[in-house]
């Protein structure tokens, strides 16, 4: 029980460090992204942190599986450049052992991974789709900050001097864009002394309704531009066909992939059988693959081990991806490929125990 302790320690803390590095530098690429929308106005930056919170379950079933298998490679390396692991053989125990030591945190890993492949990662991917759509046309202008020239994409730019009506109607609007006509581009301006959304409820599109205003257009090497008073006018922000499908297989239910027998459905949930059972195969494998010698160093075999994970989860995509399409037949599935990279982890923990390797 100390060994199992001592060797379960090692490499769990070993994983929690990797996994937190991955995490940091992946949520951070995420929250940059989401950052630089909302300075454009395209999402209020109060749901930044509802929007990071959801996407954690999906950036969790990718990391914990290359985390753990890393902490082998690098706990196990550590001590064999200590020369720990040589003592422990030479009590007595053997590799094998050691690899059934190694199977209690991966399963514990594996129930982690489990439950954000199942369940987590659906809800919360289906959340923030749902969340981000509602933003989309909601009748308010939460992502405008008054006072402020904001850039809402399209080349538009949008001033509002204040708001009023629970923040459904803007006072003193200024728009600014650029257009085409004729092949010809031209500088338009607009002002209203008030602008309110509107859904058109057949198509879906999304129209910023001006009232009370002037509309100026300006064509580049001309002396003169046009001017137009107007009572109401519409101008246009999105198209209704730019909305999610909120019913892909992506953010379904593990129980309505299970009653579901097309084969988007079949691709997406054996892609969720598949992480859980990764974190058993890739134990398999790193056991050989961290063993070294103290001139190799703890790391000698980690670009190697990279690699080698990078190919297995590419095939896996590829894979579900030929699913979808229908290119790949959803009988045979994504099991050839673990079938192949578990031969090959058995493989290379016959030739270790061969050689001595595992020792």
Request: charge should be neutral; glycine fraction near 8%.
């Given at each position: 029980m100390i060994i199992f302790r001592y060797l379960?320690?090692?490499?769990?803390?070993?994983?929690?460090?990797?996994?937190?590095?991955?995490?940091?530098?992946?949520?951070?690429?995420?929250?940059?992204?989401?950052?630089?929308?909302?300075?454009?106005?395209?999402?209020?930056?109060?749901?930044?942190?509802?929007?990071?919170?959801?996407?954690?379950?999906?950036?969790?079933?990718?990391?914990?599986?290359?985390?753990?298998?890393?902490?082998?490679?690098?706990?196990?390396?550590?001590?064999?450049?200590?020369?720990?692991?040589?003592?422990?053989?030479?009590?007595?125990?053997?590799?094998?052992?050691?690899?059934?030591?190694?199977?209690?945190?991966?399963?514990?890993?594996?129930?982690?991974?489990?439950?954000?492949s199942f369940w987590l990662t659906p809800a919360g991917t289906l959340h923030n789709a749902v969340m981000l759509e509602e933003q989309r046309s909601q009748l308010d202008f939460t992502a405008l900050v008054p006072g402020r020239f904001q850039d809402v994409g399209s080349g538009r730019t949008v001033y509002t001097q204040d708001f009023a009506d629970s923040q459904t109607r803007m006072q003193g609007v200024f728009i600014s864009e650029r257009q085409r006509r004729r092949g010809t581009p031209e500088s338009i301006v607009t002002r209203a002394g008030s602008g309110y959304q509107a859904v058109d409820e057949e198509t879906g599109s999304r129209f910023l309704v001006l009232a009370d205003g002037e509309r100026y257009s300006v064509e580049a090497g001309r002396h003169e531009a046009e001017r137009l008073s107007f009572d109401t006018y519409a101008v246009r922000l999105s198209q209704g066909g730019d909305r999610p499908e909120l019913d892909s297989p992506e953010y379904a239910t593990t129980a309505s992939l299970l009653r579901d027998d097309s084969l988007p459905a079949r691709a997406q949930l054996q892609w969720r059988l598949s992480l859980p059972l990764m974190v058993f195969i890739l134990t398999l494998m790193a056991m050989p693959l961290s063993r070294v010698n103290p001139r190799q160093g703890r790391f000698a075999k980690l670009l190697p081990a990279i690699f080698l994970h990078i190919a297995y989860l590419s095939l896996l995509l590829a894979a579900m991806d030929a699913i979808g399409r229908g290119s790949l037949s959803a009988t045979v599935g994504l099991w050839p490929i673990h079938a192949a990279f578990l031969a090959l982890g058995l493989g290379m923990m016959a030739r270790a125990q061969h050689k001595g390797m595992s020792g």
């Open positions: 379960t320690r090692e490499i769990l803390l070993t994983m929690a460090a990797v996994a937190g590095v991955l995490l940091l530098v992946i949520m951070g690429n995420r929250f940059i992204r989401y950052f630089s929308n909302a300075a454009e106005g395209e999402i209020p930056l109060r749901i930044l942190g509802t929007l990071m919170l959801f996407h954690l379950p999906g950036f969790l079933e990718l990391i914990l599986p290359l985390a753990f298998f890393l902490g082998i490679l690098l706990a196990y390396g550590q001590l064999y450049l200590n020369s720990e692991i040589t003592v422990l053989v030479a009590c007595g125990t053997s590799p094998n052992r050691l690899l059934q030591v190694s199977l209690v945190p991966a399963t514990i890993v594996a129930i982690l991974v489990g439950l954000c």
